[in-house]
């Protein structure tokens, strides 16, 4: 575990690619960076991503570069497995308890999973999102940042034979949690989003249904690093060649509480569409819409693409899915350009599930209050002239903890939170000490 | 040698789901190693030998194809099922 410095210029909280840019900008100029990320690995959602859109290209190969960036600079300490706890503001600075928790293995770990390979149990891999198991010590993925394995200490059956062959004997049971009270000068919330849980809408049968997944699930299959040997149906493993999308799930429906676009997943869907395209030449994808939201640069193009390739776009709402014997769905819509209640028939369905906000932020400062705005996303208090500040002087908001975006605008609004976090500390040191020019 | 885990050991015991998943898991590896034993299959032809539901067959033999103790043999005739077989050194075995 990392020894933490006493005092931090700021303190970013979540590694993912928000976090990351803005530890990277500051960092750049000399500030000393406590970067804590609550997961095994940095990188946030978008290390597990295929491809982006609109230009398909590889997401592992843009974002590697900069966590191994992250990972190495000398001006960012990075915490992973690790939670900020209690900040309390003082007269200048943020006082915070940091609580690195034990995964049971050092950082002597090389990543040769050998370990992997004699562990006995198997668990449901988180980071495929369910779709295979994984072994209780595990490198989380095969890009992960640190490559250090973890032990699922509650699914471990403490047989030590990952001890026995641990080449660098690198595995440590008696690992302890660590508890350290730190102070930084600023902090900024990254603290990213949450994807929306399909098992609430119970009319589509996500949990129930195994032919219907998430697109995060139908993302981990069009990645190199796949779960299955190909693109396969969950129910029984056939190769699926009747593909719908439902989207919209979780997203403009005040039904379930989020009334707002999630802003990403028209264009993540039509990225699939083409990926599956090329993936499977011989099925049929459609795409069940209420509006297709093509804003960004050369995302019309991108629609349009698809809309070449044979993408089928349906303008319907799709109210509920059944489950064939054969394990086909029957999807009941209302085809929104006719009025009429129609029905189609498909063998497998992605749900194109919504981002929700992460409100873990809002139980984090202990004698000050982060507004959040009408939808649980960090309240942008001067969202035209300065979009990073927040509600409490020092305390800046980076990427889709201030509300939903896509990769491009997360990296902007994190360039936002660092220039505006360095002018701050430009200003705070200048106070203390106003010799510094 | 000295192991942590024998410290580890002496302060908590293995939990109930562990050694839960760690039965499932063998139960299921053995029965699919020996229906794959007769030769290549498909998921439903493995569900329908050793009596279980397809899609648990699918994450057991994925998570098998994982951790290198199977390998896709071919495609059916019909474009539809791969068809999965033991790693050599398994067949050894």
């Not at chain 1, 900008?25 to 500030?31: D, F, K």
């Not at chain 1, 629609?303 to 059944?322: D, L, N, P």
Request: hydrophobic share 35%; with cysteine.
């Amino acid at each position: 575990m990392l020894e933490p410095k006493k005092h931090y210029d700021v303190l970013v909280i979540g590694g993912g690619i928000a976090g990351q840019e803005t530890a990277l900008n500051l960092a750049n100029l000399g500030y000393k960076i406590a970067l804590v990320e609550k997961d095994y690995s940095i990188g946030g959602k978008m290390i597990l991503l295929s491809k982006v859109f609109p230009t398909l290209d590889c997401a592992a190969c843009i974002t590697t570069p900069k966590v191994s960036e992250t990972a190495r600079h000398p001006n960012i300490d990075v915490f992973t497995y690790s939670q900020v706890e209690d900040i309390f503001k003082q007269e200048r600075g943020f006082r915070f308890t940091l609580r690195q928790k034990p995964r049971y293995v050092t950082e002597d770990c090389t990543g040769c999973q050998l370990c992997e390979q004699v562990c006995p149990v198997v668990v449901e891999d988180e980071y495929q999102y369910g779709l295979i198991g994984r072994k209780a010590i595990f490198i989380p993925h095969s890009i992960a940042n640190p490559r250090i394995a973890a032990i699922d200490i509650e699914h471990c059956t403490l047989c030590g034979l990952c001890e026995n062959v641990c080449p660098p004997k690198s595995i440590d049971f008696t690992q302890q949690e660590r508890v350290d009270e730190i102070y930084a000068t600023a902090v900024v919330l990254a603290t990213g989003y949450k994807l929306f849980d399909p098992t609430i809408i119970k009319r589509y049968g996500y949990g129930k249904y195994k032919n219907v997944v998430t697109a995060m699930q139908m993302e981990r299959q069009l990645v190199p690093t796949r779960p299955f040997n190909n693109i396969l149906r969950p129910s029984d493993g056939k190769v699926p060649d009747n593909i719908a999308y439902v989207l919209c799930t979780g997203s403009r429906d005040v039904t379930l509480g989020n009334p707002i676009c999630s802003q990403v997943c028209c264009m993540y869907s039509t990225k699939q569409a083409q990926l599956l395209m090329g993936a499977l030449p011989m099925a049929d994808v459609t795409l069940y819409y209420i509006n297709i939201r093509a804003f960004g640069k050369g995302f019309c193009e991108f629609y349009q693409q698809a809309r070449s390739m044979g993408v089928g776009y349906v303008k319907g709402k799709v109210g509920r899915i059944f489950e064939k014997e054969d394990g086909n769905l029957i999807l009941r819509y209302e085809d929104i350009e006719t009025g009429e209640v129609a029905e189609a028939e498909h063998d497998l369905v992605v749900l194109s599930i919504g981002i929700l906000p992460n409100k873990d932020y809002q139980n984090l400062f202990k004698n000050v209050r982060v507004e959040h705005d009408p939808y649980n996303y960090v309240r942008q208090v001067d969202e035209l002239t300065s979009p990073a500040r927040t509600s409490v002087d020092g305390v800046f908001v980076a990427g889709t903890a201030s509300g939903p975006m896509d990769i491009p605008d997360t990296i902007l609004s994190a360039g936002a939170a660092s220039s505006e976090t360095a002018s701050y500390l430009r200003k705070v040191y200048k106070e203390i000490q106003p010799s510094l020019s | 040698m000295n192991r942590t885990v024998d410290i580890i050991k002496k302060q908590r015991k293995a939990t109930e789901a562990a050694k839960e998943k760690l039965k499932e898991f063998n139960r299921m590896k053995k029965a699919i190693t020996n229906a794959l034993r007769e030769g290549p299959a498909t998921i439903p032809q493995i569900a329908g030998k050793i009596n279980e539901p397809t899609d648990k067959v699918l994450y057991y033999l994925m998570t098998m194809y994982k951790f290198g103790m199977v390998e896709v043999d071919s495609i059916d005739d019909m474009d539809e099922y791969y068809l999965y077989r033991l790693k050599k050194q398994e067949n050894k075995q």
